[in-house]
């Protein structure tokens, strides 16, 4: 069943996936309970503007406090709630719900769980170019209800940054960025359209996908990375859901071309900056982000 508008021609430039594995889950930091997958599993000068993708799976059984305050600089996070709930009070989460922080300057926040929960989250650390490293920082908040989605015959799509699909997320970006949730039935197909210089990389989440002309296929727990040009075009990324039907994440991105240096919660230009960070954050100079400011707190 075709669900695209878009009819591909002998000059398209069709995307493919090039790699796929499979990250393992490892014990995560949260205790009992807590798995964790590292999805980008290569250097930052392969993954750019991607620096990491943590895919943490929690079935707390216990009330016992876990997680906490902690600070972070240089970079975004941009966490995806695919399953349960997180957080407290304005910045809390549900299934399907998304936020976008800004740690620029540098900022600290707050992931405690405090009850029995089961979750799933999808949280990236996105480079910030160099220019914009120090920026201000913010946090932006969307509910699913305001997430804009596509939807058809077998088909969903929900767009959270970017424009996919004929819609625009509303996030302010700025490293240009698309994340899609993307979930098909069995045999439906949809044709997307990208930047063919975004780098790319697909996630599953359930069943399974067909990808490409080749029809690879991409499982849960699979990560598949995209060819990628560096001409200025658009391409187009096709996709059939697998014999139970399939989701999966997109994530495509600008590269920056700014090298980075990672240390603990903070991303630098230099050592220096990771110095300077550790002394901000002990010296007090870091910011709680529920003390944010209207113009920098977005509720979408």
């Known amino acids: 069943m075709e669900t695209t508008t878009l009819i591909p021609n002998d ?3 069709r995307r493919k996936l090039v790699t796929v594995h499979s990250p393992a889950a490892e014990p995560g930091f949260l205790g009992a309970g807590h798995q964790a997958r590292a999805v980008i599993q290569t250097g930052f000068a392969q993954s750019d503007p991607f620096i990491m993708l943590m895919d943490d799976v929690l079935d707390k059984k216990d009330e016992k406090p876990a997680g906490g305050p902690h600070p972070h600089a240089g970079f975004e996070t941009v966490s995806l709630l695919i399953e349960g709930e ?4 304005e910045h809390r989460m549900k299934a399907g719900d998304f936020q976008m922080m800004t740690a620029g300057s540098g900022i600290i926040h707050t992931e405690t769980i405090d009850k029995k929960s089961r979750m799933r989250l999808l949280q990236m650390w996105l480079t910030l170019s160099k220019e914009d490293r120090w920026a201000q920082p913010r946090v932006q908040d969307m509910a ?6 596509v939807l058809g015959d077998g088909l969903e799509i929900r767009v959270y940054s970017g424009s996919l699909a004929g819609v625009t997320s509303p996030l302010k970006n700025h490293v240009p960025l698309i994340l899609a949730d993307i979930q098909l039935k069995a045999g439906v197909r949809t044709t997307l359209q990208l930047p063919a210089s975004f780098n790319a990389f697909l996630y599953g989440i359930g069943g399974s996908v067909a990808v490409g002309e ?3 296929p991409l499982a849960e727990n699979q990560v598949g990375w995209l060819d990628r040009r560096t001409e200025e075009a658009d391409s187009t990324l096709e996709l059939e859901g697998g014999p139970t039907g399939g989701r999966v994440v997109l994530y495509a991105g600008q590269p ?7 240390y603990g919660p903070f991303i630098g230009d230099t050592q220096r900056d990771i110095m300077r960070l550790y002394g901000d954050y002990h010296a007090g100079k870091m910011k709680h982000v529920s003390t944010l400011p209207g113009e920098q707190a977005f509720v979408y």
């Open 11 to 13: 000059l398209t430039i």
């Open 214 to 216: 080749e029809q690879t």
């Open 256 to 262: 920056q071309g700014d090298p980075i240096v990672s």
């Open 144 to 149: 699913l209800e305001s997430v804009p989605k």
């Open 86 to 89: 997180l957080g407290n009070g």
